[in-house]
């Protein structure tokens, strides 16, 4: 009975007026420990908000840091290790004078092992940039048919080394506007990783199309693939492609999720489609503006 019923009761007289008083009682003192519960449930909600805000401000603080940090310790890294790639390759030319085979293949080690390291410090800084929100385009109007021919030609190069062989078509799509630097370093990452992870003798083709205002750009492989369980995780940060490469190459973990950061910044999209032991296509779009 509620408390609405027992003045009801009390001022009809249907029981006596000291029943009627110990059950007020009762249902006051319960209304009142409900209210004395809501009360207490305000206090520590309110308590869990504060903390949690408090918690989320130290998180968003932190991670700035950890971007600075970032940003400073990769761009003191950076020029030490272009000076040190670039001699290498100097001593490897013998333009000094002759090397031993043994001067050689210490100096091969060498300039590749700077050379995965400059890769990682320029990728750290791309994440720096990109997590604090200064990601900034040049946008010009160009064709992203020539931009690709021309990534293709730098990268024949290393496929050529692993017999690979890198076909190109091409859509009349006209000229658009894109950061033309960033998006070859989309197109770089794509390739680059095709190549690292195709076997011997493979073939990889490259596909420009328009569909509707739309560009569409694909780099189709015939390597081991990639498991439905790892396509999920491909984009993050320091997630590698979960499969081995053919040639020993290395990889950062970071180029896909630059990539994408990059082409969402134009206003496209990059997706993933694979089967196991079937290949990878990566497409990424890029608005036509009209």
Do not use: C
Not at 48 to 66: D, P
Not at 103 to 126: F, P, T
Not at 133 to 151: A, N, V
């Amino acid at each position: 009975m509620n408390f609405n019923e027992l003045i009801a009761e009390f001022f009809n007289k249907s029981h006596s007026e000291r029943t009627l008083g110990v059950r007020l009682l009762s249902v006051l003192l319960e209304y009142w420990a409900t209210e004395k519960d809501y009360e207490l449930k305000n206090q520590l909600l309110s308590s869990l908000i504060t903390k949690h805000a408090s918690s989320t401000r130290k998180m968003v603080e932190l991670n700035q840091q950890k971007n600075r940090f970032l940003g400073i310790a990769a761009h003191d890294l950076r020029n030490p290790l272009t000076s040190i790639r670039g001699l290498s390759e100097i001593l490897l030319t013998e333009a000094t004078g002759p090397l031993t085979e043994e001067q050689k293949e210490y100096l091969a080690v060498i300039h590749s092992a700077s050379s995965g390291m400059l890769a990682l410090v320029n990728n750290l800084l791309d994440v720096s940039v990109i997590e604090s929100g200064k990601l900034e385009l040049d946008m010009s109007t160009g064709s992203l048919s020539s931009l690709i021919e021309e990534r293709i030609r730098i990268h024949r190069v290393v496929a050529n080394e692993k017999k690979i062989t890198l076909t190109e078509r091409s859509s009349d799509i006209g000229r658009q506007k894109f950061d033309a630097s960033k998006i070859a370093q989309v197109v770089d990452n794509l390739l680059g990783n095709a190549i690292k992870f195709s076997p011997l003798g493979s073939k990889i083709h490259i596909v420009l199309e328009r569909e509707n205002n739309t560009a569409v750009v694909t780099v189709r492989d015939q390597g081991p693939g990639i498991p439905a369980e790892g396509q999920k995780s491909i984009f993050g940060e320091f997630n590698r492609l979960g499969t081995k490469t053919t040639g020993g190459e290395k990889s950062t973990g970071l180029g896909l999720a630059i990539a994408k950061r990059i082409v969402e910044a134009h206003g496209g999209s990059l997706y993933v489609e694979s089967h196991q032991s079937a290949g990878a296509s990566f497409s990424f779009t890029l608005p036509i503006e009209l």
